[in-house]
């Protein structure tokens, strides 16, 4: 499977940016997807993940700012970052935990490319 992230970009800080994630291939299902960012000089952190079921989870730092989502029939995940700040700044790195293909084969633990979300003014 592939992972493609799009959406990234500059915003001033209380802006807003919306990342998706789409992952290609014969698949079946995916089950946890998930954000990570890694900002310069840090080590990756998880920002959120959601279950097949839609089950949510967050970093602290962006619960009440950040929204993840999923559309199971199109294999996206989205991130809604919303009244974002300076220390959002990061590459972003979508996940796909496990992943069933048609052939009834699995794969785990899939990793987009990053993409750059720049937060200043």
């Known amino acids: 499977v592939q992972l493609q992230a799009f959406g990234g970009g500059w915003v001033q800080p209380g802006g807003s940016l919306r990342l998706s994630c789409a992952a290609s291939g014969s698949i079946s299902s995916i089950n946890a997807m998930g954000w990570y960012r890694q900002a310069p000089g840090k080590q990756r952190e998880l920002v959120a993940t959601?279950?097949?079921?839609?089950?949510?989870k967050y970093v602290d730092s962006v619960k009440g700012r950040f929204t993840i989502s999923r559309d199971n029939a199109k294999n996206t995940v989205y991130l809604q970052m919303s009244t974002l700040k300076p220390e959002d700044t990061a590459v972003y790195y979508c996940n796909a935990d496990r992943v069933y293909y048609t052939d009834y084969s699995w794969g785990s633990d899939y990793w987009g490319q990053g993409t750059l979300v720049t937060v200043s003014s």
């Open positions: 959601i279950s097949s079921s839609g089950r949510t």
